[in-house]
């Protein structure tokens, strides 16, 4: 088999992903660190409830500060004619590679949030599961999907 | 696919038709199932009763039941034309389902006692990325029609006279493949927990409060052990039952298996299909360089141990032989393979080590009477990794990769580098530091296959080796 040169993923997420993001990690973790600190009230009290409220206050404000970044600055991406290749991990570094041929099909998904911010995912699909670009602008999302749907579509036996 | 011109379908498919009659009862039946406990017991208290009212009940419910199955028989049709097969169901919402010719990847034929009765098959329309169920299941079809179907279709169903290569499973293999069926792993850590529990109780409950329970550790040992053994009988049956009579032929570009005692499964498997064919030496038969064959397929998943299994029990040696015969396409040496680097033998200690040892705590800490388990569970863990690390292998030949693992039996997958749905590395923090890096691909449906703790330089040069050319 011929060995070529695996380039690595250049390009990036939107820099909007990085609010995305933190709206993200906040709608996960604060509600958590809410019933945590109900709780810690509630049953503990204390010096042990405030010690508990703390953690949970430093833990959330932590999360906040560096999950949003992280991700946006490990993630990595790339479309070439005959495959998507991804980038991505904040503590376990993961690299994919998914052959254009094995594309099923794609789509964009948007929830309110990403709405708000203008963004888009672009999710394909492969028989070994869904594989997801969490956040670009709308316009290159589309433009992403459309070209992964063209070069997906040149025939050949699944 | 070469599945023949569009005009050979016989004229008698082209209009729509009901399943064979038997179908009635086959969907009574079944409905019956649906309905569920339910009804049965109004069936069983109103004919028990024997008043008029309850027996009322018990026919109304029968009648319903029976009425179920005619109106689904009679509103169920297909048929065939030149593009697509065609499914009308429904009395209320007519749904008509189809089916281009070319989507469809397999004809499956089952024959349930039921089906037996009536000399009638259940007949399965599989396509890629139906995921877990078959597209379509007619309950009832006639051999004549399935065969005039699988025909049109190009799926003919009986193997050709000389197929290219026939495996079947003699008695004596079924029987050991029976008696070291993989659910035994699953039952010996649970005599362990009847055990555990029974010191407990024995521990905590003073003797003779209950009448009838065991009461001492011996009896529930005892009881244990029959739990274990009756559990065992019913898993050998029911390997027995599935694999009886297993066959699998290799006939032109397509795999046909056939099993089982009671329900005779007839399954269809284009090769064009197969990602790649996977070892898995069980706990209970790697000792006995024991092996089973499966099949990773894509659309394909969830059909059930036959239609996954490639051959139940082969000598491990034999295993590339019996690739080589069924999937020439995988043909090759499943040994040499390039080991994990010396070093990584550490990667592959640590987190089971660091796991026992959290576990070993917990018992210090909780549970002081079990301490002769610590030295135990730290030489098993120990033991597993190095084990694990032993396993750790891959080989690359032209257009065919081999990856072995363990997690605690040992599993060797083989793919046409072709066929890939993804491939890539993975590294956590720890191994970065170390230089190392895990490998992972995955084939078929959902299905991946892992190497660890590789060189990170090995698992790049893979990463660029393992790309479509």
Redesign the interface.
Known sequence: ??????PEPTRLLAPEAFRLFLVEVLLSTVPFAAVVIALAILLAGGALGFAITAVAVLAVIVAAAVVPRLRMARFRFEVRE??IDLRH?I????????????V?HVDTRRTPVSRYFGLAAVAFH????A?EIPALREADAAAIRDRIADLALQPE?? | MADGPAAVVPEPLRTPRRMHAGGILIEALRSLREMGIPLIIAIVVGAGAGNARGLLYGVAGLVLVVVTGLVRWYTTSWSLDGNALHLRTGLLSRNEKVIPRERISSLDTTQGPLQRVFGVLELRVQTPGGGRHAEIVLRAVSRRDAETLRRALGHAAEAAPTPDARLRLAPGTLLVAALTAPQLGVLLPIAGGIAAAAQDVMGNVSRQTFDGLPDTVGQWLLVGAGVVALAWLLSIAGAVVTFAGFEVVRDGDRLRTRSGLFARRAATLPLSRVQGVRMVEGLLREPFGLATLRVETAGYAGQGAVTQTLFPLVRRRDAAAVIERLVPALAGSLDALEPAPARARRSYLIGLVLLAVAVCALIAIAWRDAWPAIPVLLALAAALGELRFRAAGWRLDDGRVVLRSRHVGRSTLVASTRRLQEHGTRQTPLQRRRRLADVTVAVGSRRRARVRHLEASTAHRLLGLLRPS
């Open positions: 088999m011929p060995e070529r040169p695996t005959d495959e991990g503590v376990i570094e993961t690299r994919t590679l998914v052959p254009m041929v094995r099923q492969t028989a070994a599961g594989t036996v699944l």
